[in-house]
């Protein structure tokens, strides 16, 4: 099993996301990239610990790669707002990989350029590629959330409508109860 980190914004779609995929294992939300150990939800989400909400995919590479998870990565949210996803605000929303090897941060890197030079986007990805230097689960009220809190407000309203879509376009790679 290998595993990768990501941060698009809030870590509940990412996580939503990413645990459909087929060769993905498990997918846990968590705190990243700050110096901080062991933050809380509400210290992060003041946005004065350096952490960013992420999720953790562990998945087998013989079913699904890391360059496939790039690709939904960029996907699931816009690489382009510094520090933002949509209403959430603060560096804890930041675009971000937290790559755990050369491998992971040399794709990273090849694949922010190809979607700068290819103009895919109007405006620069400002995605930040660091190394991981440490992970924080979250709390376990936060795991698997969007399935277990599908009309909270904030899930209605933007979970889902970003799950449907990535679903539509990623219909071919989703596990097969999904």
């Not at 971000?96 to 030079?117: P, R």
């Not at 809190?149 to 409508?161: F, G, L, T």
Request: with cysteine; glycine share 6%.
């Amino acid at each position: 099993m290998k595993e990768a980190t990501f941060g698009a914004g809030c870590f509940w779609c990412v996580e939503a996301c990413f645990k459909d995929l087929e060769g993905v294992v498990n997918v846990l939300p968590g705190y990243s990239g700050g110096p901080i150990k062991n933050p809380s939800y509400k210290e992060v989400c003041l946005g004065t610990t350096g952490h960013a909400e992420v999720a953790r995919v562990e998945y087998n590479e013989e079913l699904i790669s890391f360059e496939e998870l790039l690709e939904v990565f960029w996907f699931v949210h816009n690489p382009t707002t510094l520090n933002r996803q949509g209403n959430d605000i603060g560096e804890q929303y930041r675009s971000v990989i937290f790559y755990h090897d050369d491998q992971q941060k040399a794709l990273s890197e090849k694949y922010k350029q190809q979607l700068n030079e290819s103009g895919a986007w109007e405006n620069p990805v400002v995605t930040e590629i660091s190394p991981l230097i440490n992970f924080y689960p979250a709390e376990n009220y936060h795991h698997n959330y969007f399935q277990n809190n599908p009309d909270q407000p904030y899930c209605a309203s933007v979970v889902r409508p970003k799950v449907e879509k990535f679903r539509k376009a990623f219909q071919q790679r989703l596990k097969q109860h999904s």
